[in-house]
């Protein structure tokens, strides 16, 4: 889902130097997530399970304006995500739909004139729904059974006929539909919101944002990981505590302190990246470039809320993230 309103700046002060080690297996907090009898899993694509094919049924309303055909600003947004460094995605647009309603049917329909239910919040501009696999062995019914928890099966990407958009840039007062395609393309593949201000993954739209961020690499990367990385990363680990027990669902996020641009050479603007706090209140920050970093842990308490990571705690069985402490950095 992806919200029209405005984001804020976070303050940061300290300065952290690291040193990086290789990068190994971890999942970051930007995964939708599936509870297994393991624990958490975060939702994505089986490679070797069936070809990832999205289809668009072109037909648009007068409420979609502008000179370029829909279908190639959808091929444009799902070739942001498929040329991130450190990822290995294969993707192909398959035949044009006529379907107006999402559903398990093999089809990943993209479409601007399907039904839905945007009534709760007039202000959602795009919803991203995706079927996911519960258990191994079942049908995927695609041939074939399934292979892990939180399989992605099925992903359906429906635009609000009530809103206004644009082909062309949008201009504050028409919404562009690239910036919308492509956040709504990160849910495709299985990414959950972002509480980064400038990542493409936060849950409120700005005007025209078409590139990703380190944040939005990270998340994707962890998930498709290349075979070797194009730009070397590691991790930040640690633990967040209050009095002495650990807080679940805090927002750490490290945020460089140098004009380094690691990832200059394949247009991703520079972000802070982060994750979020588990059970006990440990984190993982993956997919971070050698640099100096502040290290922050903030509370989901505005303008992101529980309600914008709300598969996060309910992996873990828990109600809702923690808010009852104040912003601290390092």
């Known amino acids: 889902m992806n919200r029209s309103a405005l984001g804020r700046t976070l303050a940061m002060v300290g300065v952290l130097a690291i040193i990086l080690l290789p990068l190994s297996s971890a999942f970051p907090h930007l995964n939708d997530l599936t509870a297994s009898s393991t624990g958490p899993v975060p939702d994505h694509w089986a490679a070797s399970a069936f070809p990832i094919v999205w289809n668009i049924n072109p037909a648009r309303g007068g409420n979609v304006q502008g000179s370029r055909a829909v279908a190639d600003v959808i091929q ?166 209050l009095n002495g027990a650990g807080v679940f669902g805090a927002h750490v996020f490290a945020d460089s302190q140098t004009g380094a641009e690691a990832f200059a050479a394949f247009n991703i603007r520079k972000t802070p990246i982060g994750t979020l706090s588990t059970p006990g209140g440990s984190y993982t920050i993956t997919g971070v470039p050698p640099d100096s970093y502040v290290v922050t842990a903030e509370p989901l308490d505005l303008p992101v809320t529980n309600t914008d990571v709300s598969d996060f705690p309910k992996a873990y069985n828990q109600g809702a993230v923690q808010t009852n402490f104040t912003t601290r950095s390092h």
């Not at 040329?83 to 093999?106: I, Y």
């Not at 079942?138 to 609000?160: E, K, P």
Request: proline share 4%; aromatic share 8%.
């Open 76 to 241: 444009a947004s799902f070739t942001t995500w498929t040329s991130a460094p450190n990822t290995t995605l294969s993707v192909a647009r398959g035949n044009d739909s006529t379907k107006t309603a999402a559903g398990m049917d093999n089809t990943n329909l993209i479409c601007f004139v399907c039904t839905g239910d945007f009534s709760s919040e007039a202000e959602t501009l795009a919803v991203t729904m995706t079927t996911v696999a519960t258990s191994v062995g079942d049908s995927d019914g695609r041939g074939g059974t399934t292979q892990f928890v939180g399989q992605i099966l099925d992903a359906d990407i429906l635009f609000n006929p009530s809103n206004t958009f644009t082909t062309d840039t949008g201009n504050g007062t028409v919404q562009d539909v690239q910036t919308v395609a492509t956040h709504e393309i990160g849910h495709f593949f299985g990414l959950d919101h972002s509480p980064i201000v400038r990542a493409i993954m936060f849950p409120f739209t700005p005007d025209v944002e078409t590139t990703l961020g380190y944040d939005d690499v990270a998340g994707i990367s962890a998930m498709y990981p290349a075979s070797g990385q194009a730009v070397g990363t590691g991790s930040i680990s640690g633990t967040v505590r």
